[in-house]
């Protein structure tokens, strides 16, 4: 069809429109920061007044609460672990235990550090807190990179699988992630992700909603097929697997591109000549830059472990790419929402959701002080504390932030990490403690690296902590100990409690086992073979399996992995 005729433009004014409610979302969620306080109390009174006449409201006194210091003396702080008895009758069909409107379905968590978590979604948390974070996130990309970030064949959404079949609570909702549940369908809302319309959106041969990897095949060779000029992950593993996949794949996708085919079964139309001019373009090196010459946008969590390996894609996705951070938020709710084209962080969502904080230097009990959003220092870490309308009340979310600067008096956050505490000796290791330390021993020693996870090991002598890291080129031997030494020097820089123990001699220095970049590829494909969907394999920093430790650690000695890719 050529680009004059009805149709094309017809979707191109949509998507034109499209972006404009997001910018425009995103400059209202801007406008609202310098007056967070009044709508923190704002969002404390709506929670106490909606939600009073419930199991939870009536056991906390909610009616009787008029101020933040009501409301922490007459509610503790909870994990998930506590909270789980709420949330249990809440999925069984019980009404009114959290929330006074019932749950039309349930957002279910990737239950990638421990089991999933099942957290209810209204249609007040729909329309008053996931939408306007949801719209407002995307505001940046939609602001700055129009003809890259569409619902059409422009975007690759690599989060947006949509369910055909999905599971359902005990109560019958249905129980799903964010990315794979239709809100806009089900709530009536303007809520569509990019890339939703694209041809890929819908799959074009029949597959069972479990076989993830022939899904995610399906909607790259789809893709492969178009002008694709933006990439969205959220997870940014999946940002980093993707030239590995492509590479794994190549030549089953010329031959379906080809004859026309998905996993060899008639689902398209024979391109011999596209499948020729994409062989001439790879040379042999298939990437997503030699594919898709026109990308020119990431779009995933920048913070973490992704600031160790995002730097490294720039020659498989081309030079010239930006890469934008998604907002910090996690399925029980925001966090951070962009409104710049900072490369990691965002502000607080203040008009979305009421917060609290612990300081990342102390463990979290149900009676820990908290601080609110204007007591925060830039430069500290903070556990994240929770709540909403969607009946999470000083919920302990689990996560890390990271203060970078503030927006209007706003603390402006990253993700830093999970909150879990490695802690044989007293050394109370977290998540940014290994990141910090690897990222700048490593520059120092001028290595790239692909992927990093640690553990505390027990022997021979000292308990000490060994890092598994992949680098981008082999680390020969000679250069091994004064690499170690680097990393546990800055282990000791940024961690009191590590420097401690270790000038004690309660802990041994820092061991690392570098590793090809492969062994992380395969442990990914080991996380999906068990059951977890590509949007939901995480990065781990800590690594509590002992069976796959030991895979990761032994690689290259004893590799049992079998390459991975659509028959």
Request: charged share 25%.
């Amino acid at each position: 069809m050529r680009p004059t005729d009805t149709a094309p433009r017809a979707q191109s004014d949509q998507d034109a429109a499209w972006r404009t409610r997001l910018v425009a979302a995103k400059d209202r969620f801007a406008a609202a920061l310098p007056d967070a306080a009044a709508r923190q109390r704002r969002i404390l009174a709506e929670i106490l007044t909606d939600n009073a006449d419930t199991a939870f409201g009536r056991e906390h006194g909610f009616a009787r609460l008029r101020t933040i210091d009501d409301y922490r003396a007459a509610v503790p702080l909870r994990t998930h672990q506590e909270y789980r008895p709420w949330l249990t009758r809440s999925a069984a069909g019980e009404a009114r235990v959290l929330t006074a409107e019932p749950p039309r379905l349930f957002f279910t968590t990737s239950g990638s550090t421990g089991d999933r978590k099942r957290v209810p979604v209204t249609e007040s948390f729909v329309r008053r807190v996931y939408l306007p974070f949801f719209q407002a996130a995307m505001g940046v990309p939609a602001q700055y990179h129009p003809d890259a970030f569409g619902r059409g064949a422009v975007t690759l959404n690599l989060r947006h699988d949509r369910l055909a079949r999905p599971a359902l609570s005990d109560s019958g909702r249905p129980s799903l992630g964010p990315s794979q549940a239709d809100l806009r369908g089900g709530f009536g809302v303007d809520l569509e992700e990019p890339g939703s319309r694209a041809p890929w959106a819908e799959l074009p041969v029949a597959l069972d909603d479990q076989a993830y990897l022939d899904k995610l095949y399906v909607r790259v060779r789809t893709a492969v097929e178009h002008d694709v000029r933006s990439v969205i992950g959220h997870n940014p593993t999946m940002i980093a697997m993707l030239p590995e996949l492509i590479a794994q794949w190549w030549p089953r996708l010329i031959e379906d591109i080809r004859d026309g085919t998905c996993l060899g079964v008639p689902g398209g139309t024979p391109a011999p000549a596209r499948a020729a001019e994409l062989e001439r373009r790879a040379g042999g090196r298939p990437t997503p830059a030699a594919i898709w010459p026109h990308l020119s946008l990431l779009y995933c969590w920048t913070s973490g472990v992704a600031s160790l390996y995002l730097p490294r894609l720039k020659d498989a996705y081309g030079p010239s790419v930006t890469v934008l951070p998604t907002p910090p938020a996690a399925s029980e709710g925001p966090v951070g929402v962009p409104v710049d084209q900072h490369p990691s962080a965002g502000p607080l969502a203040v008009s979305c959701v009421l917060y609290e904080f612990v300081d990342a230097s102390r463990d979290v009990a149900p009676d820990s002080p908290t601080l609110l959003h204007d007591e925060l220092e830039e430069g500290r870490d903070y556990h994240v504390v929770l709540s909403h309308l969607g009946g999470l009340y000083r919920y302990v979310l689990g996560d890390l932030a990271h203060v970078v600067d503030h927006v209007d008096g706003v603390p402006r956050v990253e993700y830093a990490g999970r909150a879990t505490l490695s802690d044989t000796v007293g050394e109370r290791l977290r998540e940014p403690h290994v990141v910090r330390a690897l990222r700048e021993a490593s520059r120092v020693a001028g290595i790239g690296v692909a992927n990093v996870t640690c553990r505390p090991e027990n022997g021979p002598g000292r308990p000490h902590h060994t890092l598994v890291v992949a680098a981008d080129q082999p680390l020969p031997p000679t250069r091994l100990p004064a690499f170690q030494d680097l990393v546990d020097k800055e282990l000791c820089r940024v961690s009191h409690d590590y420097r401690h123990v270790r000038s004690t001699g309660a802990l041994g220095a820092a061991r690392v086992v570098p590793v090809a970049a492969s062994a992380f590829t395969e442990h990914w494909h080991h996380r999906l073979a068990a059951g977890m969907r590509p949007p939901e394999i995480k990065d781990q920093v800590f690594q509590h399996d002992p069976v796959a430790w030991a895979r990761l650690r032994d690689h290259g000695r004893h590799s049992t992995h079998t390459e991975k890719r659509p028959e």
